[in-house]
């Protein structure tokens, strides 16, 4: 990974972000999609915010059982409606428009 990067793709195609590790590995950038740092940014905002909605709207549908015997939890439309508005109201406001590699020419030591 370069230095003037925050974001990177391992092997298999999950992002590195150089900055945040526990970040590491939660987004998933598909073969042929952009690989810069705003696009590998947004794939980890799309997982993060994913998971916080998942504690905040409770999917209330009972499992159901796949043909193979297994159990899943079926699609919960409320959270994906929530999810893509916020999608949308993030990029509406731009606050995704700072070039990531600011944060890492300028790390945060915690004081503020």
């Not at 298999?12 to 900055?19: E, F, H, L, N, P």
């Not at 590998?40 to 504690?55: F, H, I, S, T």
Request: aromatic share 8%; charged share 30%.
């Amino acid at each position: 990974m370069s230095n003037n990067h925050r974001f990177a793709l391992d092997e298999k195609r999950y992002v590195i972000d150089a900055v945040n590790p526990a970040n590491s590995g939660k987004g998933y950038c598909h073969e042929g999609a952009p690989e810069d740092d705003r696009h590998l940014r947004e794939r980890v905002l799309m997982v993060a915010l994913g998971k916080m909605l998942d504690k905040l709207i409770i999917n209330l549908r009972p499992t159901k059982k796949c043909p193979s015997g297994g159990e899943y939890q079926p699609f919960n439309e409320e959270r994906h409606a929530m999810w893509v508005a916020m999608l949308n109201v993030i990029r509406a406001s731009h606050l995704d428009t700072l070039d990531p590699k600011l944060s890492v020419q300028y790390r945060f030591d915690g004081t503020l």
